[in-house]
């Protein structure tokens, strides 16, 4: 059974750290819409997201602030600063990585990943109290609108996912994808 926790509750944060320990996939709120997410190391969790979704494809995950997304990063260090510039909020960027962030079936053969800092507390606090990555991806099937009701978020993928973490409805879109690559970001999505 699914379990519900308000993202002020002092147990949002333990909870989902312990969901996502063992495997497991939670929604949670973003700046934008509400994410799937789960532990971006974990290959067994990251298929959970891709048959819930319907398609294989890449995910961003969240990076808890700049300073490690940087540490991330395959890059010089003077494209680190104009990446880390823009990098924060509703703003994904796609770029190369190191060896190992993730699991590799989130890279894929170009070694690269989309990140993400967004501004909810909520995934600040997670992605500080988490160790790996964490996955952030928009709670829809493929070819399908983003659900932003956590009662039809639960309604749908109740028998899918273990924890959502409640926000309320979140009349958002999709965040403003950039990927660098040739030393240059490129606007993929407004």
Not at 82 to 90: A, K
Not at 141 to 161: D, G
Request: proline content about 4%.
């Amino acid at each position: 059974m699914v379990k519900i926790i308000h993202w002020e509750n002092e147990n949002a944060v333990k909870t989902a750290c312990s969901v996502l320990r063992r495997g497991g996939v939670i929604v949670y709120p973003t700046d934008t819409l509400y994410g799937f997410g789960c532990d971006a190391k974990n290959e067994s969790a990251i298929q959970k997201i891709n048959s819930i979704k319907g398609r294989i494809s890449p995910m961003s995950v969240l990076a808890p602030n700049k300073e490690t997304a940087s540490s991330w990063m395959n890059i010089s260090e003077l494209d680190k600063k104009n990446v880390l510039e823009i990098l924060g909020g509703s703003t994904t960027v796609i770029i190369s990585v190191i060896d190992e962030v993730v699991s590799n079936s989130i890279t894929g053969d170009k070694q690269t990943l989309g990140m993400r800092i967004p501004d909810h507390d909520f995934c600040q606090k997670l992605s500080h109290a988490y160790p790996n990555p964490i996955t952030t991806t928009s709670v829809n099937r493929t070819r399908q609108e983003p659900l932003t009701n956590p009662e039809k978020i639960l309604s749908e993928f109740a028998h899918e996912i273990d924890l959502i973490i409640e926000d309320g409805i979140i009349e958002g879109s999709g965040s403003t994808i950039y990927n660098f690559q040739d030393r240059e970001l490129n606007i993929l999505r407004l």
